[in-house]
């Protein structure tokens, strides 16, 4: 009985050495890009940044990070920006401004306040959204200057559980409103990310804190479309839910943990940079090629995995290199979790699709469609710019993908409802 385990010994050894050197050691591994353009508006002199400037404002004092029960998400800066970067002019920014208003509440008085003794017990509590704007709105003013880049600093990037590892709670919107926050060098956003990041915080933090969940898995590779392909044809997934919508995620991770984190470890990290490439491309697959032929209608919880893609891409370059690799498969756990929630859809490989107009086309279809006002319609168009001037365009194949999003969107699909109905947006 003895001789078999003495053979397992040298295998077990050599894994072991595999996943403890450098293919798996993520904390020495990062990310190298260049910084997207950073649109200082706060001091920008012309009229057209002023105006953004004003309305994020506006929208900071009139408006909560959360509202609708608690449920939903403000997108306004999201809009405003993406809008702007794309060319909106000043009437274009008001209107978005005043039809985005309609839906959105004023601020309520949280149940109390927060200090720096207790800030990380009320995590992820949404009733206290105004309670930890004021908390890090204080922070900023009474010990750090005004530089919001400071606050984000303490709070995002140290200590043992450090924000940044759990900004997917919420879909993600935290790491979405961070980049904005970033991208367009505004502290009201920045306070407002570290709120939404704070009442958002969940469960999902600890795969990326405790390195017990980073482990070998049954399989390896190095291309993520790849792993979902097999996901989407695992059959331990079958039967598990009886409706899409964002409310499966729970239930995977208390019951299936072991199966999410399965694939989610098989993807295995050596050329940071190109696999990250890989990533953006497969959010726009999940976005363009899930779409049943003939609807018109997009996933809007897969939107969300191409505009968290884009929001990584935008931090990537402004963050400390220990976290890049980090942020990359918290937005691949993200990815996975969706992607079940919302039954695998098949990622087709036969939707062929071919650039009929330039990014020109693409930015006004964004500003001046009918759907100029839907946040998601215009960050998306916005994610899949910004990717194709990353990467180089080679045959336009972001271009293409956006064009066709931009002609072919009416409306989005992917909630708890019948297969056969979607939510129109105008």
Not at 191 to 214: Q, R
Not at 319 to 337: E, S, Y
Not at 351 to 374: C, F, L, M, R
Request: charge should be negative; glycine fraction near 4%.
């Amino acid at each position: 009985m003895s001789s078999p385990m003495i053979a397992w010994v040298p295998v077990v050894n050599r894994v072991y050495k595999y996943f403890a050197s450098d293919n798996f050691n993520y904390a020495a591994k990062s990310i190298d890009l260049p910084s997207v353009p950073i649109h200082d508006v706060e001091t920008a002199a012309e009229k057209r940044p002023r105006t953004l400037k004003h309305l994020l404002r506006a929208n900071h004092v009139n408006h909560s990070v959360i509202y609708h029960d608690l449920q939903f998400h403000n997108h306004m800066p999201h809009l405003l920006g993406s809008a702007y970067l794309l060319g909106a002019d000043e009437d274009q920014l008001q209107h978005i401004y005043d039809e985005e208003s309609k839906q959105l509440e004023e601020w309520h008085d949280s149940p109390g306040e927060i200090s720096d003794a207790d800030w990380r017990h009320y995590l992820g509590d949404k009733r206290y959204q105004r309670a930890y704007v004021d908390f890090y709105e204080d922070e900023l003013a009474l010990k750090y200057g005004y530089d919001w880049k400071k606050v984000a600093e303490e709070y995002l990037f140290s200590g043992q559980e450090p924000l940044i590892n759990g900004l997917i709670g919420g879909l993600g919107h935290p790491l979405i409103h961070l980049g904005y926050a970033y991208e367009l060098s505004n502290r009201e956003l920045g306070m407002e990310a570290l709120a939404m990041g704070s009442v958002s915080y969940n469960y999902l933090h600890k795969y990326l804190d405790e390195p017990s969940y980073t482990k070998p898995s049954t399989y390896s590779t190095t291309s993520p479309l790849e792993i979902l392909h097999k996901i989407e044809s695992d059959a331990r997934f079958d039967g598990l839910f009886t409706h899409r919508g964002s409310d499966n995620i729970d239930t995977l991770f208390c019951d299936h943990e072991d199966l999410i984190l399965e694939h989610w470890n098989a993807w295995t990290i050596t050329d940071p940079n190109k696999q990250f490439a890989d990533s953006q491309q497969a959010a726009v697959a999940l976005l363009i090629r899930t779409v049943k032929e003939g609807t018109h209608a997009h996933d809007f919880f897969m939107v969300h995995l191409l505009t968290t893609s884009h929001a990584v891409r935008i931090l990537l370059p402004l963050i400390p290199k220990k976290f890049h690799i980090n942020l990359v498969r918290q937005w691949w756990l993200l990815t996975i979790a969706v992607y079940v929630a919302q039954l695998r859809p098949k990622i087709s490989d036969d939707i062929e699709i071919k650039p009929s107009q330039g990014w020109k086309y693409v930015d006004n279809k964004a500003v001046n469609s009918p759907y100029a006002t839907d946040a998601h319609y215009v960050k998306a168009l916005r994610a899949m710019k910004e990717a194709a001037f990353t990467w180089g365009d080679v045959h336009d194949w972001y271009l293409a993908a956006a064009v066709h999003f931009a002609d072919d969107f009416r409306g989005w699909t992917g909630f708890a409802l019948e297969e056969e109905d979607y939510q129109p947006t105008n």
